[in-house]
């Protein structure tokens, strides 16, 4: 039934009319053949029943005569019956009294009549009818004629199955012309509905077929489409805005992520900047408690060799010790007290540095004099772990630089060499040129090295980096005072280092081009060049030069006293006060003066200010001596107009120094005095 049914439209509909006809027919032609069969089986037994009714009477006079020949012509009649085949009258006794059989035909009759009654075979119907006359049977008939049952309905079924077919052509006819007109616009409406489907073509519509159903379908299907469309492009125009708004949220969100990273980004990168600082500063908090405890230590020790050698010579009978014995007790002192005071110019220095007050007098120094002042000094100390020294033999280089602390910042990278240098080694210093106003000063070593960790806090004051417990004296200071100075100076410092072969210090400083050197050489000598020119001409007219000391400490006047007993040059006068020695300036109008600061009646610094204001003295050089060793001090004297300041306990060669720079600037001459040490620890100049 599915597969009949199924399919397409079209097909159901076929399927439909061409079902419902035959159905029809079927139920319309079987009911009309049945009831035809029983009118005319009845027909047949009424027509039989009647043939032999009539015989029956028309016979039974014959019977009764026993006349055999009126009974055969009464027989005979049937003849005009073709159907009848045969018949046969039974007399009273059963026996056939007369017989008919149609022309032609064979006869097969009973030989003994039935009872009363009409059967059938299908192919022939027979009756027995009593011949009864007065109550008294007179005999049978017995009639026999063809019954064609299955012929009628072969024939009426060959009739049917001819109606069903022309029926069913129709029935094709008419289903193929209701296609044309039903199928058409549903067939329309189906195509246009796929084209929507598959290509989402809303622009089909289907053409109108009148005013029926159909046509109101198609009306409706068109009004759909049309709506369709219409909300498809608001759809699609509200979807376009909501493609634009998803992108443009998509766009916003990235730029928020983006900015994120950059935040995430920054506050890694402060918070390592913050660890950095931090570890930083935790690292020189723990380096200055080391510097606190070694500090002590370091102060300690040549204090302790000053007070037991002292006490030791206090203490001694100066009859039994020998003056060896007292010399070698003195020397300790003296090393002792030198040391300290390094340590102390040096943490000074690291202060003034630190508060930003150190002022340095950047002007062209001929490297060559600095560089052999450096290797005199450390000659002995190289020599002592037989360490050579590799100097360039001619330098004839100009920098702009602060002599004394250029110096310094030798010393110590060269001392530096030396010191961390193995038994033996060997330092070599160079300069080369990087530009021609740039010059770098090196020094190699072949030494133990650094290794890169100990190189990162390698400019951390009083990191010693596990030197410490080495044999080596030192508190650490060193490079970082070297650093700052050079910095201070304009230039750069930089390292390199590969443990266990040695490391490379060189300092880079702004120089002059070398055709400009020969001019500025002679001026940035005055402590020597411009001395030995003045020399000859200052001695010869004028003598000794006139030194006036003023000082209320015997001792300090005593001292000063014995060491410039030593030079011919130098007339010293003393004054015990500020108040009498500006008297004695006034008159005796000296070359140099050397000052104390802290007197009575007028401090060094107010009699300095009252020479300056007067215009006999102001052109004197007033040499500062005082204990004030403060750097806030030393800054306010030299600002003060003091030519030079120099600290308590005062070194004789520092002293010396000053002073010949001191005559040198008054004009006057002085036999030259090595001025190794001379400007070791303040300096500044007019
Ligand atoms: N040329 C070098 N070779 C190997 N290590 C060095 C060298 N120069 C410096 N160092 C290391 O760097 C540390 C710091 O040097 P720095 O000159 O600042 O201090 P110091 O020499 O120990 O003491 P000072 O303050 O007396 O100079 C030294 O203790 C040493 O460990
Ligand atoms: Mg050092």
Not at 606 to 621: F, S
Not at 663 to 679: I, K, R, T
């Amino acid at each position: 039934v599915k597969r009949i049914f199924g399919g397409s439209l079209r097909r159901k509909l076929l399927s439909v009319m061409l079902f419902t006809t035959l159905a029809g027919l079927v139920v319309a032609l079987s009911t009309m053949i049945v009831f035809d069969l029983r009118d005319y089986r009845q027909g047949w037994i009424d027509d039989i029943n009647a043939h032999a009714e009539l015989l029956a009477r028309t016979t039974a006079p014959a019977l009764a005569f026993d006349d055999v020949r009126v009974a055969n012509e009464n027989l005979a009649v049937l003849r005009f019956r073709p159907k009848v085949r045969d018949a046969v009258i039974y007399n009273a006794r059963g026996l056939p009294f007369a017989t008919y059989a149609a022309e032609g035909r064979s006869t097969n009759v009973p030989a003994l009549p039935g009872p009363d009654g009409t059967a059938t075979d299908g192919r022939s119907l027979w009756v027995f009818k009593r011949i009864v006359d007065g109550g008294q049977i007179l005999g049978t008939v017995y009639v026999r004629a063809d019954y064609d049952l299955y012929d009628r309905m072969r024939s009426h079924a060959a009739v049917a199955l001819l109606v069903v077919a022309i029926a069913m052509l129709v029935a094709w006819a008419v289903s193929s012309w209701l296609r044309q007109i039903v199928m058409r616009p549903i067939v329309a409406i189906s195509d246009a509905a796929r084209m929507v489907v598959e290509k989402r073509d809303y622009s089909r519509r289907v053409d109108m077929h009148g005013d029926d159903e159909l046509g109101t379908l198609v009306g409706a299907f068109n009004g759909m489409m049309d709506e369709v469309q219409g909300r498809t492009h608001a759809l699609e125009a509200s979807n376009h805005d909501k493609i634009l708004e998803v992108e443009e949220r998509r766009r916003a969100q990235q730029e928020v992520m983006r900015l994120n990273e950059e935040l995430e980004e920054r506050v890694r990168g402060r918070t390592a900047e913050l660890a950095l600082a931090t570890a930083a500063a935790e690292d020189a908090n723990r380096a200055k408690s080391e510097f606190l405890s070694n500090m002590s230590h370091e102060l300690r020790t040549p204090l302790n060799a000053i007070i037991g050698f002292g006490q030791l010579l206090a203490a001694a009978d100066t009859r039994t010790l020998e003056p060896q014995r007292s010399r070698e007790f003195v020397s300790y002192i003296v090393n002792a007290g030198r040391h300290l005071l390094t340590l102390i110019n040096d943490i000074l220095n690291l202060a003034q540095i630190e508060a930003g007050k150190l002022t340095l007098s950047v002007e062209p120094v001929a490297l060559s004099d600095v560089l052999e002042g450096c290797r005199v000094m450390v000659e002995a100390q190289a020599d002592k772990r037989d360490i050579r020294l590799l100097f360039p033999m001619s330098v004839d280089a100009i920098v702009d630089a602060d002599r004394t602390r250029l110096k310094q910042v030798l010393l110590n990278l060269v001392s530096n060499a030396i010191k961390y240098n193995r038994q033996s080694g060997t330092v070599v210093l160079d300069c080369t040129r990087t530009e021609p106003t740039r010059l770098r000063i090196s020094v190699q070593d072949t030494g133990h090295g650094m290794q890169p960790e100990q190189l990162r806090s390698l400019f951390q004051p009083f990191n010693r980096l596990g030197q410490e417990h080495g044999g080596q004296e030192g508190t650490g200071i060193g490079l970082v005072l070297t650093k700052h100075l050079v910095e201070l100076m304009g230039g750069s410092l930089g390292v390199n280092s590969t443990p266990g072969v040695g490391s490379l210090f060189w300092v880079e400083l702004h120089a002059q081009p070398p055709a400009d050197a020969p001019p500025t050489e002679t001026r940035a000598e005055p402590g020597a060049n411009s001395v030995t020119d003045a020399r000859g001409g200052a001695a010869d007219g004028r003598g000794a030069a006139l030194v006036l000391y003023i000082e209320d400490n015997p001792a300090s006047r005593q001292l000063v006293s014995s060491a410039l007993a030593t030079r011919r040059d130098v007339r010293l006068i003393t004054a015990s006060n500020g108040k009498e020695g500006l008297d004695l300036a006034r008159v005796a109008l000296p070359d140099v003066i050397l000052m104390d600061n802290n007197m009575p009646l007028l401090t060094g610094g107010e009699a300095q200010a009252l020479l300056k204001a007067d215009p006999r003295t102001a052109h004197i050089p007033v040499i500062a001596i005082t204990a004030n060793a403060m750097p806030a001090g030393i800054a306010k004297g030299l600002a003060a107009g003091f030519f030079r300041y120099l600290t308590k306990p005062v070194d004789l060669d520092e002293l010396m120094g000053a002073l010949d720079s001191a005559l040198a600037h008054a004009g006057v001459s002085s036999p030259a005095q090595p001025s190794s040490a001379g400007d070791d620890s303040t300096s500044g100049s007019t």
